[in-house]
């Protein structure tokens, strides 16, 4: 079984200095790679966002395809453009999409981009530099911080680091490993002295979202049996109704006849 790779980002470290966008600028050949990327947009695959805290505090957050465990996006794509590498990286190959966007709406994150201009309409995101990996590299964005705020490994072994920082400095973090079990786990791992929700993270139980998905279709043909009979049994309640009033109205215009014949025959007397 191959170990999954993943990135401990350390919010606590980050200075927002942009260092590690603009080396994904430069590493994905996206966007300018002298302008600051703002969003996950077709041009840029990560970006620095400064969140504020209160009137006098904020923190700096680095966003990216959080490479889940079990994506989301991958269950949702219908041609197979996403695929989960064993080793970690979700990973896109454009040449089988066909730009349904279906990943977009499964994604918990927000991550895939998708391309307006691109008459393809090719969707962009984070594929965890794969290629540098396969080289024995570092990811762009962790060898371009100078802070020491990303770090990348094994995942066991960081989520094991990053355990052993929160207990010996339980002043620093708050205990809780961002991605350790949201949706099922990620490869992108944070840390933080503030609560994750006052950041803006999504808050996600451990399920993840392929099964959440996969037991909504399994109790699809039930819920469609149940709706059908429902249809089935207010259609005939329905025609057995419109008969009953269209007996009551004959049977009214027939005693109102009796009744007109009767008149008739006293007036003739």
Request: charged share 15%; aromatic share 4%.
């Amino acid at each position: 079984v191959v170990e999954p790779t993943g990135i401990l980002i350390d919010l606590t470290r980050c200075t927002g200095c942009q260092q590690c966008a603009l080396a994904c600028q430069g590493a994905n050949n996206c966007g300018d790679p002298e302008t600051i990327p703002t969003g996950l947009t077709a041009d840029s695959l990560s970006f620095v966002e400064t969140v504020s805290l209160d009137e006098t505090h904020a923190m700096t957050v680095k966003h990216q395809c959080m490479h889940c465990l079990h994506p989301a996006c991958v269950s949702a794509c219908t041609v197979g453009a996403l695929q989960k590498r064993p080793d970690g990286p979700v990973v896109y190959d454009a040449s089988r999409c066909i730009g349904c966007r279906y990943c977009q709406y499964a994604c918990p994150f927000g991550v895939p981009a998708f391309d307006w201009d691109n008459p393809l309409g090719l969707i962009h995101k984070c594929q965890l530099c794969a290629t540098r990996l396969d080289a024995g590299q570092l990811p762009a964005c962790v060898g371009a911080c100078p802070n020491g705020a990303l770090r990348a490994g094994p995942r066991q072994a960081l989520l094991a680091q990053a355990h052993g920082q929160i207990a010996s400095n339980p002043g620093r973090y708050v205990d809780h490993i961002y991605g350790e079990t949201e949706a099922g786990g990620t490869s992108m791992l944070y840390l933080s002295d503030v609560p994750f929700a006052r950041l803006g993270f999504p808050t996600l139980d451990a399920t993840p979202i392929p099964s959440q998905a996969e037991a909504m279709m399994r109790r699809t043909p039930a819920i469609a049996l149940g709706m059908a009979t429902l249809a089935t049994t207010l259609h005939l309640i329905t025609r057995l109704r419109r008969h009953e009033l269209e007996l009551a109205t004959q049977a009214a215009q027939s005693d109102g006849a009796q009744r007109a014949v009767g008149h008739s025959r006293g007036d003739l007397l």
